[in-house]
Nanobody, 123 residues
Framework: QVQLVESGGGLVQAGGSLRLSCAAS????????MGWYRQAPGKQREFVAQ???????NYADSMKGRFTISRDSSKNTVYLQMDSLKPEDTAVYYC?????????????????WGQGTQVTVSS
């Protein structure tokens, strides 16, 4: 029904930058919010940032000032610009989208996840 495809992960040195992208496609009536979570080895998945369809943003405290979320609504794509990266930012980053399906599918609002993209920050 809905697919999320992430890109942009990789290996970067501490202090460097990366930009992640996530494109949503499929049977989408409305994208209510898109955002990012991450999961480091041996840890639980944690919230990173989110942007609603009205443009409101929310960040985890540890990412404020270093990460910037943005969105191209026409492309159903969300971006995460990550600057001043630290080794502790190393994790698999997952795209998340809250999407309302078309009326023919009941206008149901569901939560979707991407497959994840690895970000590794070396010291």
């Amino acid at each position: 029904q809905v697919q999320l495809v992430e890109s942009g992960g990789g290996l970067v040195q501490a202090g460097g930058s990366l930009r992640l992208s996530c494109a949503a496609s499929g049977r989408i009536f409305r994208t209510d919010a898109m955002g990012w979570y991450r999961q480091a080895p041996g840890k639980q998945r944690e919230f990173v940032a989110q942007m609603t369809n009205r443009g409101s943003t929310n960040y985890a405290d540890s990412m404020k000032g270093r990460f910037t979320i943005s969105r191209d609504s026409s492309k159903n794509t969300v971006y995460l610009q990550m600057d001043s990266l630290k080794p502790e930012d190393t994790a698999v980053y997952y795209c998340n989208a809250i999407i309302t399906l078309p009326p023919t599918m009941g206008l149901v609002t569901q939560n979707y996840w991407g497959q994840g993209t690895q970000v590794t920050v070396s010291s």
